[in-house]
């Protein structure tokens, strides 16, 4: 594994879950320090309806703001969650460089996400990712619910494969799966993406992983061993999907960063930076946020094994 591609969520999916909301100037801050740290993609909002997730009514203005200033670093992408028509507009006119856009595998979870079912939704996105292509934006498309659903149970990989399918016809290289209700267990992950990139004949494929369980950085250790080179995650450990039945949190970005770098990967991304600003998040919202590192610090380097050995 030599490629990894950092993908962070936590202002549009870490976000969204929260009732208190971050003012924009603050929201601009964090964004500022994350463009810093050396990840590669930073997902600032979705175009979503306000009273649906007030969090998000200001994504406009950020990606306003941003373009406005000319400080985003050319090695840094913005992307925003569209999930219609008119919220592609929006991305358009905001000046947004990368869209998300996904289906659900789940009916029930596609109804209460989207209110359309999965045909209709597919339709629909796949309608929108052609036109969000064809102004230039750089598309990652996406299976929700891929390894499960809090409201079905076990989702068939059939029903995923099927979507990926459709993606992959339509000319779409760059697919995600997400674990939205956290269900997903690391053989499931492995088996289910070995699936995608046979039917999808490799492509960019992404993951995107919730910690309802526990298992959200045991899981991107599958998705890494399958192939899987863009992966999702969220500052601090921030986020869950709020039209799911249990809300977990999003695998944490400076926890899996210090994951990598102790298997020598992304040593260029500043852990000390990611570290700080999960802190600082933590402080603006009083609480303890599910991350690990940003509270006891990383293992120190050279670190080994000191117990002694065990003789028969």
């Not at 039945?245 to 210090?258: I, L, Y």
């Not at 994951?259 to 852990?271: A, I, K, N, P, Y």
């Not at 303890?288 to 380097?301: A, C, F, H, M, N």
């Amino acid at each position: 594994m030599t490629r990894v591609i950092l993908h962070e969520v936590g202002l549009r999916d870490g976000l969204q879950m929260e009732h208190e909301t971050v003012p924009t100037d603050l929201k601009l801050q964090w964004i500022r320090r994350l463009m810093g740290t050396g990840i590669d993609i930073l997902q600032i909002g979705s175009f979503v309806h306000p009273t649906k997730v007030p969090q998000m009514a200001d994504t406009d203005e950020l990606f306003q703001a941003l373009r406005a200033s000319r400080e985003v670093p050319a090695e840094v992408t913005l992307s925003g969650l569209v999930l219609n028509e008119r919220g592609l507009e929006r991305a358009l006119a905001s000046g947004c460089g990368m869209i998300c856009v996904g289906v659900s595998a789940s009916e029930t979870h596609s109804m209460k996400n989207t209110g359309m079912s999965v045909a209709d939704a597919t339709r629909r996105i796949l309608a929108t990712a052609q036109k969000a292509r064809d102004a230039g934006l750089k598309v990652q498309v996406s299976v929700q619910s891929a390894f499960g659903c809090g409201f079905e149970g076990p989702v068939p990989p059939e029903r995923v494969l099927a979507i990926v399918r459709r993606y992959h016809d339509a000319g779409f290289a760059a697919i995600s799966l997400a674990d939205t209700a956290g269900h997903a267990v690391p053989d499931q992950v492995e088996r289910l993406f070995a699936e995608v990139a046979a039917v999808a004949g490799g492509g960019e494929l992404a993951c995107h992983f919730h910690n309802t369980y526990g298992l959200g950085l045991a899981n991107t250790c599958a998705a890494m061993r399958s192939g899987v080179t863009s992966f999702e995650s969220s500052v601090a450990g921030l986020g869950g999907c709020p039209f799911t039945k249990v809300a977990g949190g999003n695998v944490c970005t400076e926890d899996f960063v210090h994951m990598l770098q102790h298997s020598g990967l992304r040593e260029d991304v500043h852990l000390d930076r990611l570290t700080a600003l999960a802190a600082d998040i933590s402080t603006f919202f009083g609480r303890d946020l599910p991350g690990s590192v940003y509270k006891v610090g990383e293992i120190p380097r050279g670190a080994v094994n000191t117990l002694p050995s065990v003789r028969s």
